[in-house]
């Protein structure tokens, strides 16, 4: 059973940073695409950014492209996401998510990640 715990969350001002982590254990993480996505109160998880194990490309949402990279570390079975001059509205729970099937053509879309972690809450202040 592949498990993923976030962690690094936290309250930052606006403009500030934050490196999110993800370390998974229970399989085979190196063969996983990986990603993050985020649900604010009253709305819908969305895709924030993922990473292919085939080919290492990175997937973003159109709202963090250029603030935000993802990364990972295949030696230590995690994944990173690095948010740079974050913004009020960057205010979320943020959620690892692993796909086994490496569906890279859908990164963004909920549906084909298999396991996903508990969340950690990220509050940009104004």
């Known amino acids: 059973q592949v498990q993923l715990v976030e962690s690094g969350g936290g309250l930052v001002q606006a403009g500030g940073s934050l490196r999110l982590s993800c370390a998974a254990s229970?399989?085979?993480?190196?063969?996983?695409?990986m990603g993050w996505f985020r649900q604010a109160p009253g709305k819908e998880r969305e895709f924030v950014a993922a990473?292919?194990?085939?080919?290492?490309?990175?997937h973003y949402a159109n709202s963090v492209r250029g603030r935000f990279t993802i990364s990972r570390e295949n030696a230590k079975d995690t994944v990173y996401l690095q948010m740079n001059n974050l913004r009020p509205e960057d205010t979320a729970v943020y959620y690892c998510?692993?796909?086994?099937?490496?569906?890279?053509?859908?990164?963004?879309?909920?549906?084909?990640?298999?396991?996903w972690g508990q969340g950690t809450q990220v509050t940009v202040s104004s």
């Open positions: 990473i292919s194990w085939r080919d290492g490309n990175p």
């Open positions: 998510a692993a796909d086994l099937g490496d569906s890279s053509w859908s990164a963004s879309s909920r549906d084909v990640y298999d396991y």
């Open positions: 229970g399989g085979p993480f190196s063969k996983y695409m």
